[in-house]
């Protein structure tokens, strides 16, 4: 893990409703860099938070990123349009990753799904993870599955964790101990608490039925869980 370089290259991205948090976005890159990634597939784009990270942290190299989501929001295509190093997908997922992959087979992918999630999403990962270095699931974090008041089936974190291909999630200690504190202004302003740096939060969120779930991952985050494939 570099925070130093990811801090060098990533500027200061204001949180978004729905996005990964930068000790998240940190590990998903580390994980990237780790595996020599020569291909990126993203399935969840929604605000862009974290395809705006992405593109940033590997805009000097030639690591290709192709993101998706079921609708391209027009504002976050085109806030997303000055990356070159970025193909946008407006498609379901579990028809284009298939598609992405067979596309790839002579490179090193990596896969993160941020949409879908829970039973769909684990079910995605297990059968796209011997094609591609690893894969990396948004939302699968113990507190955040358990509380959560989305539509996720309760056991993720725990099928996440007893699944033989999962490695790492970002709620561990050792890497939350380190890096939790990257999160703390962002579940702030996800809170709807003032923060100084970005303009308060004005978009309906509901905090007397969220605030309780962000208490209770307050500072480590939504856990982003990685599986890597088999060696061979
Ligand atoms: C939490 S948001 C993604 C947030 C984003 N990754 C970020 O960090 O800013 C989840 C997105 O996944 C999308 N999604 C859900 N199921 C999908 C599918 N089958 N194919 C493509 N996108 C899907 C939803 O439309 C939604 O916009």
Redesign the pocket.
Known sequence: MSYEKYKARVPDTAP?N???LDSEALALVSFCDLYNIDVLIE????????TEILCNYFIEQPLEIHS????IIGEVSEKLSVFKNLTLHE????EKIPELISLFTDKKVGLFI???KGSLQLDLAKKYINDVEFVAL?DVGKEYTENTLENINKDTHQEFITWDKSRFITTESWYSDEYSCLNEDQINWLRGRDVDKWPKRDDGYDSAAWNPVLDKIFPFGFGLGVAVKDEE
């Open positions: 978004a729905g996005g990964i399935s969840g784009v929604f605000l862009g938070r974290s998706m989501d079921l609708r498609c379901d997922s579990t941020d949409g879908p948004h």
